[in-house]
């Protein structure tokens, strides 16, 4: 059984920064990939950012590069994302996944969690 529970949303000013927490739960196997989607009203879910299963292998997308820092916390379970410099365009609410292997490329899996909203005001 696979759980996915996302917080840290909220209201943010642009330039300003929040931290996004991604609790999850999986009774098969070891560590896979995970990452971070986010989807804008009225648009379809885009990729954010992704890791690897062991953390060592980051990638992001073009928008989030440079501002955005995904890590993550085996031990713990949990999955971060780091979101600094924010802009209006990062409204949105952000969804954290789970892969179907160890690589980032394994990205999107099936699971999804609930969600979290992200507010960026000018």
Request: glycine share 12%; net charge positive.
């Given at each position: 059984?696979?759980?996915?529970?996302?917080?840290?949303?909220?209201?943010?000013?642009?330039?300003g920064?929040?931290?996004?927490?991604?609790?999850f739960s999986?009774?098969?196997?070891?560590?896979?990939?995970?990452?971070?989607?986010?989807?804008?009203?009225?648009?379809?879910?885009?990729?954010?950012?992704?890791?690897?299963?062991?953390?060592?292998?980051?990638?992001y997308?073009?928008?989030?590069?440079?501002?955005?820092?995904?890590t993550?916390?085996?031990?713990?379970?949990?999955?971060?994302?780091?979101?600094?410099?924010?802009?209006?365009?990062?409204?949105?609410?952000?969804?954290?996944?789970?892969?179907?292997?160890?690589?980032?490329?394994t990205?999107?899996?099936?699971?999804?969690?609930?969600?979290?909203?992200?507010?960026?005001?000018?």
């Open positions: 059984q696979v759980q996915l529970v996302e917080s840290g949303g909220g209201l943010a000013q642009a330039g920064s929040v931290m996004l927490t991604c609790d999986a009774t098969f196997g070891g560590p896979v990939a995970m990452g971070w989607f986010r989807q804008a009203p009225e648009q379809r879910r885009v990729y954010v950012a992704r890791i690897s299963a062991s953390g060592a292998l980051t990638e997308s073009p928008s989030a590069e440079g501002r955005f820092t995904i993550r916390n085996n031990v713990d379970k949990r999955l971060y994302l780091k979101m600094t410099n924010l802009k209006p365009e990062d409204t949105a609410v952000y969804y954290c996944n789970l892969g179907r292997g160890t690589s980032p490329g990205l999107p899996g099936s699971y999804w969690g609930q969600g979290t909203q992200v507010t960026v005001s000018a």
